[in-house]
């Protein structure tokens, strides 16, 4: 048997990605309180925080949460997920962007549920290009573009047509081998 691949020390593992993801999800949705992704941060590295909050990858992270948390409207209707979506993705959030719409995803139909995996697609493929995985970006990029062709230029107060622009910039840098863009500003 295999012995399971270990992440770099540049990378989180997935449980522990998931862990932090759901500190961001419920500051998010919290309409008070200053929140755990604060309360992590501003513990020392040596009380009794669990190990994988201690290492300077999780901790930049939180980091990151904290940034995009100051920006981001709080709630857990469509519309404020959407708008925190757009703040996740200008902090290179974009796990996390995936995991903020997939609940009203799961529970849409017809067109609102295509934009919503349109946006989601866009994110993943940002994700796979952040991970140097060309193939994976490009692939989730033109399903995002072909998921959002027919959406309106902004729907639910996310600007649709600036992400459609931005994934036909993307897939083009992909194609000649460029790096993508360090952050997405929507």
Same mark, same amino acid.
């Given at each position: 048997?295999?012995?399971?691949?270990?992440?770099?020390?540049?990378?989180?593992?997935?449980?522990?990605?998931?862990?932090?993801?759901?500190?961001?999800?419920?500051?998010?949705?919290?309409?008070?309180?200053?929140?755990?992704?604060?309360?992590?941060?501003?513990?020392?590295?040596?009380?009794?925080?669990?190990?994988?909050?201690?290492?300077?990858?999780?901790?930049?992270?939180?980091?990151?949460? &904290?940034? %995009?948390?100051?920006?981001?409207?709080?709630?857990?209707? #469509?519309? !404020?997920? $959407? @708008?925190?979506? *757009?703040?996740?993705?200008?902090?290179?959030?974009?796990?996390?962007?995936?995991?903020?719409?997939?609940?009203?995803?799961?529970?849409?139909?017809?067109?609102?549920?295509?934009?919503?995996?349109?946006?989601?697609?866009?994110?993943?493929?940002?994700?796979?290009?952040?991970?140097?995985?060309?193939?994976?970006?490009?692939?989730?990029?033109?399903?995002?573009?072909?998921?959002?062709?027919? &959406?309106? %230029?902004?729907?639910?107060?996310?600007?649709?047509?600036? #992400?459609? !622009?931005? $994934? @036909?910039?993307? *897939?083009?840098?992909?194609?000649?081998?460029?790096?993508?863009?360090?952050?997405?500003?929507?």
């Amino acid at each position: 048997m295999a012995e399971p691949q270990r992440p770099s020390p540049d990378e989180l593992t997935l449980a522990t990605r998931n862990a932090l993801v759901q500190l961001l999800l419920a500051d998010l949705a919290s309409l008070e309180g200053d929140g755990a992704v604060r309360g992590l941060l501003r513990r020392p590295d040596g009380d009794d925080a669990a190990p994988w909050v201690r290492t300077a990858v999780a901790r930049e992270r939180l980091q990151r949460y &904290a940034a %995009a948390l100051d920006q981001a409207p709080r709630g857990d209707d #469509l519309a !404020t997920r $959407l @708008a925190q979506a *757009r703040v996740l993705f200008a902090h290179a959030l974009y796990f996390e962007v995936h995991e903020i719409l997939e609940p009203p995803w799961r529970t849409a139909t017809g067109e609102r549920r295509r934009y919503l995996q349109g946006i989601i697609q866009a994110a993943v493929a940002w994700h796979h290009g952040a991970g140097a995985r060309p193939g994976p970006a490009l692939r989730a990029s033109a399903a995002a573009a072909a998921k959002l062709s027919a &959406a309106p %230029a902004e729907w639910g107060g996310f600007p649709v047509a600036r #992400l459609c !622009t931005l $994934l @036909a910039e993307y *897939r083009g840098r992909l194609a000649r081998g460029e790096s993508p863009p360090p952050r997405v500003r929507l």
